[in-house]
């Protein structure tokens, strides 16, 4: 499967963003499909991910009850609606997915997923 991330963007402290996570080439409904973030000189860090049917989803402490994931299986395509937002939380965000046989799957490490996009940077200004 392949993935393109965008809806990044600059926007002050205290606003909201979407990101969009578009798929191509297979059905996402297969797929795992978590968003991580990363800053430069820092490693990839675990923001939210959503099992196949978007039954199940996990979050990162710094992004819990701020960030939501959720997912349209019908348009193969995963958001992350990102509200509050600080300016730590500056990165350029990644979404990845992992094929999985079981529906109720959530993934929160980097490497347990085989599929990247190419990232969307997004910057808060304090």
């Known amino acids: 499967v392949q993935l393109q991330a965008s809806g990044g963007g600059l926007v002050q402290a205290g606003g909201s963003l979407r990101l969009s996570c578009a798929a191509s080439?297979?059905?996402?409904?297969?797929?795992?499909v978590g968003w991580f973030r990363q800053v430069p000189g820092q490693e990839r860090e675990f923001v939210a991910t959503t099992s196949r049917r978007g039954i199940r989803r996990d979050y990162a402490d710094s992004v819990r009850g701020r960030f939501t994931v959720s997912r349209d299986n019908a348009e193969n395509a995963v958001y992350l609606q990102m509200n509050s937002l600080k300016s730590e939380d500056t990165a350029t965000y990644y979404c990845a997915a992992a094929w999985r046989s079981h529906s109720n799957v959530v993934l929160t490490l980097p490497e347990s997923y085989t599929s990247w996009g190419q990232g969307t940077l997004v910057t808060v200004s304090s």
């Open positions: 080439g297979r059905a996402l409904s297969d797929y795992v």
